[in-house]
């Protein structure tokens, strides 16, 4: 074979960088491989053939069920049932009136409420630690 200098395919190796200069093409010296599997242009010929026998069989893939006398009926609680919807007989109830004045209320709520303070989204750089 004769010499070349390549570093194609040295991606494996802590070695250097390049391969082949006198000529040799498996390269001594320790536990490092030069070439990857599968690190060239292609695996060997007939390596992506699928394997015959590794095909699903008929029913393969077909669940588990548990057995009928293991399976319950689902019961829900009855505490968590929602109110039932009224009749088209039963009336609302009119006539409510409430002597709160909504108005006022809200005005005294928000004379005695603290005020909000302003928010700044933008951090002052001026501040920080390492500035200057």
Do not use: C, W
């Not at 599997?37 to 390596?47: C, D, I, K, V």
């Not at 005294?108 to 951090?123: F, G, Q, R, S, Y």
């Amino acid at each position: 074979m004769a010499p070349t200098a390549s570093t194609f395919g040295l991606a494996t190796t802590s070695k250097s960088k390049s391969s082949n200069l006198n000529g040799d093409y498996d390269l001594s010296g320790g536990s490092h491989m030069h070439k990857a599997n599968g690190a060239t242009f292609g695996g060997r010929t007939g390596a992506a053939k699928p394997d015959a026998t590794q095909f699903k069989k008929k029913q393969s893939g077909q669940p588990i069920l548990v057995d009928k006398k293991e399976v319950k009926k689902f019961n829900r609680d009855s505490t968590y049932k929602k109110a039932n919807v009224p009749k088209k007989d039963e009336k609302p109830i009119h006539g409510l009136v409430s002597d709160k004045n909504f108005i006022v209320a809200n005005a005294v709520e928000n004379i005695l409420a603290a005020p909000k303070l302003p928010v700044t989204k933008d951090k002052d750089m001026l501040k920080k630690k390492n500035y200057g």
